[in-house]
Protein backbone atom coordinates (compact mmCIF):
# COMPACT_ATOMS: atom_id res chain seq x y z
CA UNK A 1 0.00 0.00 0.00
CA UNK A 2 3.11 2.35 0.50
CA UNK A 3 3.58 2.42 -3.35
CA UNK A 4 0.08 3.34 -4.15
CA UNK A 5 0.20 6.02 -1.36
CA UNK A 6 3.70 7.42 -2.78
CA UNK A 7 2.58 7.01 -6.91
CA UNK A 8 -0.45 9.48 -5.66
CA UNK A 9 1.43 11.75 -3.83
CA UNK A 10 4.00 11.94 -6.99
CA UNK A 11 1.51 12.29 -9.48
CA UNK A 12 -0.60 14.96 -7.51
CA UNK A 13 -4.28 15.76 -9.07
CA UNK A 14 -5.42 12.50 -11.06
CA UNK A 15 -8.90 11.48 -12.87
CA UNK A 16 -10.39 8.50 -14.31
CA UNK A 17 -12.35 8.12 -17.59
CA UNK A 18 -15.82 6.49 -17.55
CA UNK A 19 -15.07 2.13 -17.41
CA UNK A 20 -14.50 0.36 -20.61
CA UNK A 21 -13.91 -3.04 -21.77
CA UNK A 22 -10.82 -3.82 -23.28
CA UNK A 23 -8.88 -6.72 -24.59
CA UNK A 24 -5.33 -7.14 -23.55
CA UNK A 25 -2.48 -9.22 -23.67
CA UNK A 26 -3.98 -11.15 -20.67
CA UNK A 27 -7.90 -11.62 -21.69
CA UNK A 28 -11.18 -9.03 -21.38
CA UNK A 29 -10.97 -6.70 -19.06
CA UNK A 30 -12.90 -3.71 -17.86
CA UNK A 31 -10.66 -0.40 -17.43
CA UNK A 32 -10.74 3.01 -16.33
CA UNK A 33 -8.35 5.04 -18.26
CA UNK A 34 -6.12 7.20 -15.03
CA UNK A 35 -5.37 10.64 -16.58
CA UNK A 36 -3.45 14.13 -15.18
CA UNK A 37 -5.78 16.41 -13.89
CA UNK A 38 -3.57 19.49 -14.41
CA UNK A 39 -2.19 18.42 -18.33
CA UNK A 40 -5.22 15.33 -19.08
CA UNK A 41 -2.11 13.64 -20.33
CA UNK A 42 -3.18 9.77 -19.91
CA UNK A 43 -0.84 8.07 -17.33
CA UNK A 44 -2.27 4.23 -17.43
CA UNK A 45 -5.17 2.86 -16.52
CA UNK A 46 -7.11 0.95 -13.65
CA UNK A 47 -8.80 -2.69 -13.67
CA UNK A 48 -12.22 -2.37 -12.95
CA UNK A 49 -13.24 -6.00 -13.79
CA UNK A 50 -11.23 -9.06 -14.85
CA UNK A 51 -13.43 -11.85 -16.84
CA UNK A 52 -11.18 -14.43 -16.01
CA UNK A 53 -10.60 -16.08 -12.79
CA UNK A 54 -7.02 -16.53 -13.26
CA UNK A 55 -6.82 -12.39 -13.66
CA UNK A 56 -9.02 -11.38 -10.50
CA UNK A 57 -6.49 -10.27 -8.33
CA UNK A 58 -5.64 -7.37 -10.77
CA UNK A 59 -9.32 -5.58 -9.88
CA UNK A 60 -8.33 -2.38 -8.25
CA UNK A 61 -4.96 -1.81 -9.22
CA UNK A 62 -3.19 0.49 -11.53
CA UNK A 63 -0.72 0.24 -14.42
CA UNK A 64 0.89 3.38 -14.68
CA UNK A 65 3.19 4.05 -17.37
CA UNK A 66 6.86 4.73 -16.07
CA UNK A 67 7.53 7.07 -18.98
CA UNK A 68 4.53 9.21 -18.77
CA UNK A 69 5.31 10.08 -14.81
CA UNK A 70 7.47 13.41 -14.47
CA UNK A 71 7.83 15.09 -11.42
CA UNK A 72 9.71 18.34 -12.15
CA UNK A 73 12.08 20.69 -9.82
CA UNK A 74 13.07 17.64 -7.31
Same mark, same amino acid.
Given at each position: ????????? #? !? %???????? =?????????????????????? #? !? %???????? =???????????????????????
Amino acid at each position: MLWLKTAFN #V !L %GRQWQWPK =EDRHLLTGLHTVADVYCGDCRE #V !L %GWKYERAY =EASQKYKEGKFILEKSKIVKENW
